[in-house]
């Protein structure tokens, strides 16, 4: 039902005019809300789904919830709402912060409006707009449970006095329950992304900022709270993430009180969001998952991604970026070699990386100048390697960096005033560039009307959108405040013109590798990077965590040399392939120093890639440990469960050997498969001193006894990987 009500409705201040409790409920999770007269939302029960309750029900669950008052504490019980406030006696951290030359910092918001839609298990949404005159301010929440059973949250604070007032802070919180006892979040670095933290969860704040201006290579990604069995396929998780690409904040909170909450919005520098009188600011959207287990998690995020509208339906092409195969080199006929051999083995898109343009023979000089350089690609060299690129079938795609500039250039010289700055000072240098403020509506039009015209000219396809510094000190000219937040509102509003003005331009997310992965940046790209190593036992971990996120069609993984660059490690080109298998494949190899033999390898994991990719691309992902850790398992498993591709990897040697029987999970138990082994290289001669005596011939097996006896799998050497194909069989 949907039950549009205002306060004046009501006969009386104290008549609710709205549903005092609401149950919005979505694929076994639920949100239960009591919606006061006199206060903002709060949660009851966030969880499992314990179906159907009548409003009598319902309200009995709200006084359940109520505790007693054993604290030495104020003489009401203290109601957390999903926007806390310090009014209430709260001792924890509130929601809104913020002042009008020191007033108005403790308002009282009591709703104007509830508007509130709940199917019967379709999800639904309570919005809220609340007010406090007195103060000055008016205050919307949004909360909504999505059909997939993510929650999806959303706040703004608006200015309805004379006279301006700055906002510090605007976060939302949800509870979570007393058995989530530990804390999971991820942090890393540049080329290690995606590093799993545990920790209990005590009286106190785990707070995790990002200051970086950028979502941050550290950044938490999902902090989680669980069980303390907590794993892949067991125990309970709630999660919160904040879809912000610039400076964010999330944080778990345990009071005195016992109340423990996640809750996070966007961090604000200081001064940089002060309203006028009229004006509006608007939180970040926060996603709230419940999921029993860490799997259960990262399915609903993926099935949230993949029912947008604009999620990529198209088979994912496999792209070669020749980065790594030669840098700042850009020699035509040694690229035109590069392509010629990258549509031989299968290639489908080929990106021209770094060095294109201007003067950047190298990392000092050209950025922001988005023209190609005639020293290089003068005479039209540049149109004949992008005609010889798609002659052979392949797309073309381009390195760009619009947000930044170096210091040398063109662009820099003639408007200093356009790069983000303090009075008297130019940011600390970082990799030798400065950030283009794209707030100044003259910058702005000015990147954009350059990559739209190199776009349109040359018929470009697809667009590495890079990111590779921090921003710093980064104010404003023109108003002297802090802009990161402008910046981000900018940046997210040029890659949207420029898709709109380029329709079919597909835009993959970098930032120095992994350092922009967020739910609010893949709304406007097509897929991330998700780190510049491409060492594949590095990427197995970046990969696996990535995961917990994004579905692997939006995460690009590439096959690179033998001995990685970023780590000197050398390793197979089996395990390189079979780990880029489990994303969006690619290739980032001078394919002219590998050998025949190599490349033949190579175009046969490439053939298989196409044939397994729409498995992968919409598959449910599956992970486990095996052995203590020392053997995993990743899999993708079809919709209707008929199908499956799972790859089984040795991290470690363990202590005994061969490992026990793999349990292989996610399958229908009441269907028999056909196990066999897959990819290139399955045909292999057969040796009992490393294949199970299933692995020549394959073996047929119920889903249940795949799930709870398992398999024996290959005796594998570490930082290898077999893979195994699973199909039903007829009935």
Known sequence: MSTPVTRERAESRDEVAWPEVVRLAARGVALILAVPHDSLPHVVHWGPDPGPLSDDELRAVVAAAVPPRATNGVDSAVVVSVLPEARTGWTGTPGLSGHRAGAGWSPWLRPERVDVVAGLGGGGRVDVLAADPEAGLQVGVLVEMLPTGVVRMQAHVTNTASGPYAVERLDLALPVPTRADGLWDLAGRWAKERVVQHRPFTVGTHLREGRHGRTGADAATLLVAGTPDLGFAEGEAWGLHVAFSGNHRVAAERVFSGERH???????????????????????????????????????????????????????????????????????????????????????????????????????????????????????????????????????????????????????????????????????????QQVLDLSHPEAFASVRDQILALVREYGIDYVKWDHNRDLIDAGSTRTGRAGVHGQTLAAYRLLDEIRAGAPGLEIESCSSGGARIDLEMIEHTDRVWASDCIDARERQQIQRWTAQLLPPELVGSHVGAGRAHTTGRELDLGFRAATALFGHFGVEWDLTAASPAERSELAAWIRFYKEVRSLVHTG?????????????????????????????????????????RVPIPGLRRDLTYRVSAAGPGADAPYDERVHPTWWATGIELSGAVLADVGVHVPALDPDHSALLRIEAMPR
Do not use: C
């Open 620 to 660: 449910t992902v599956v992970r486990r440990d095996v052995e203590h850790g020392d053997l995993w398992v990743h899999g993708a498993v079809a919709p209707d469960q008929r199908d499956a591709l799972f790859a089984v990897t040795l991290r470690e040697r363990h202590v005994t050997w061969p490992a026990g």
């Open 262 to 432: 996640l809750l996070g919005g966007e961090l604000l520098l200081p001064g940089e969001v002060e309203l006028q009188e009229g004006e509006t600011y608007r939180s970040p959207k926060l996603f709230a998952v419940y999921g029993a287990g860490l799997d259960g998690m990262a399915a609903r995020l993926h099935s949230h991604l993949r029912a947008r509208p604009h999620h990529p339906r198209t088979p994912r092409p496999v792209v070669m970026n020749v980065w790594e195969a030669v840098y700042f080199d850009h020699d035509l006929q040694r690229l035109l070699d590069l392509a010629e051999l990258a549509a031989d083995v299968g290639v489908e898109r080929f990106v021209l990386d770094d060095g294109w343009f201007s003067s950047r023979r190298d990392d000092t000089s050209g950025l922001g100048d988005w023209v190609v350089a005639d020293a290089v690609w003068g005479q039209g060299r540049f149109r004949t390697l992008v005609d010889a690129v798609k002659g052979r079938g392949m797309q073309f795609g381009l390195w760009l960096e619009p947000e930044m500039v170096n210091l040398d250039s063109d662009v820099a010289r003639a408007h200093p005033d356009w790069i983000l700055q303090l009075p008297g000072r130019m940011p600390v240098d970082f990799r030798h």
